[in-house]
Nanobody, 115 residues
Framework: QVPVVESGGGLVQAGGSLRLSCAAS????????MGWFRQAPGKEREFVAR???????SYADSVKGRFTISRDNAKNTVYLQMNTLKPEDTAVYYC?????????WGQGTQVTVSS
């Protein structure tokens, strides 16, 4: 089992910003791609963003231009900067390696965007 802890979620008004953090134990996370995913009530978990260990980021069309994923390999931490938030962004946000591994899912962090 590899600890993966998400934090930084909260309640924000539409148009606001949040920065999520994912602290991942183990040097393996510095060598693998990392990704953010989210799951809204009644919906399946979906891809949000990913970044390779030494590459450029990719994003879902729904968040492109608003969200930015980054990583600090020295801290084994990946971030998701979320700007211009919309109510449709409300979900539990999860981090994982990319492609995701089933046993690596953490508890997630709740993001709620009010209109």
């Amino acid at each position: 089992q590899v600890p993966v802890v998400e934090s930084g979620g909260g309640l924000v008004q539409a148009g606001g910003s949040l920065r999520l953090s994912c602290a991942a134990s183990g040097r393996t996370f510095s060598l693998l791609g990392m990704g953010w995913f989210r799951q809204a009530p009644g919906k399946e978990r979906e891809f949000v963003a990913r970044v390779p260990w030494n590459g450029v980021a990719s994003y879902a069309d729904s968040v492109k231009g608003r969200f930015t994923i980054s990583r600090d390999n020295a801290k084994n931490t990946v971030y998701l900067q979320m700007n211009t938030l919309k109510p449709e962004d409300t979900a539990v946000y999860y981090c994982n390696v990319y492609p995701p591994r089933e046993d690596y899912w953490g508890q997630g962090t709740q993001v709620t965007v009010s209109s």
